[in-house]
């Protein structure tokens, strides 16, 4: 008799322990993206100019994460794409845009469009590696109360 009472206490123990787990995780997602669903957790990506070329050419970010393009060369440059564009930059200055929509975005220095040219590659956040991460965190938890 006493074996099913304790049986029973860990079933509500472990139920208890799935709500809070899974409140937990909602807490925490939703005081991590902002409203236009663009985490808070950005990142700055560098990309210099030099020798009339961007370095480094090509780029995969996330969605919400800002490149920043510095003009490191002795000459003018610029960054020219489809939804951005930085005008002419002179030896040290920089630029900087934010990436919000995924997608492939191409771009040209406008004083040297045939020699300078790049790639930025944005990507979604997947929601699916957090719920994952969330459940195997979860597995693991659960089991170190088991008997």
């Known amino acids: 008799m006493l074996k099913q009472s ?3 206490m860990k079933k509500v ?3 208890l322990l799935a709500v809070l787990l899974a409140a937990s995780v909602t807490a925490v997602a939703e005081n991590a993206t902002s ?3 663009v985490s808070s957790t950005n990142k700055i990506i560098d990309i210099s100019m030099k020798n009339a070329a961007y370095n480094p050419k090509s780029v995969e970010i996330s ?3 800002t490149v920043k393009w510095t003009n490191m060369d002795s000459i003018d440059h610029g960054v020219e794409g489809s939804i951005f564009k930085s005008g002419v930059m002179s030896p040290g200055q920089n630029y900087e845009f934010q990436f919000t929509t995924p997608g492939v975005y191409n771009y040209k220095c406008p004083l040297h469009p045939a020699d300078m040219t790049g790639t930025i590659t944005v990507v979604a956040k997947s929601s699916i590696n957090s719920i994952t991460d969330a459940a195997y965190v979860s597995n693991k938890t659960i089991k170190l109360w088991e008997t």
Request: glycine share 24%; charged share 10%.
């Open 63 to 65: 969605m919400g994460d």
């Open 13 to 15: 123990m472990f139920i």
């Open 6 to 8: 304790s049986n029973g």
């Open 35 to 37: 409203t236009n669903g």
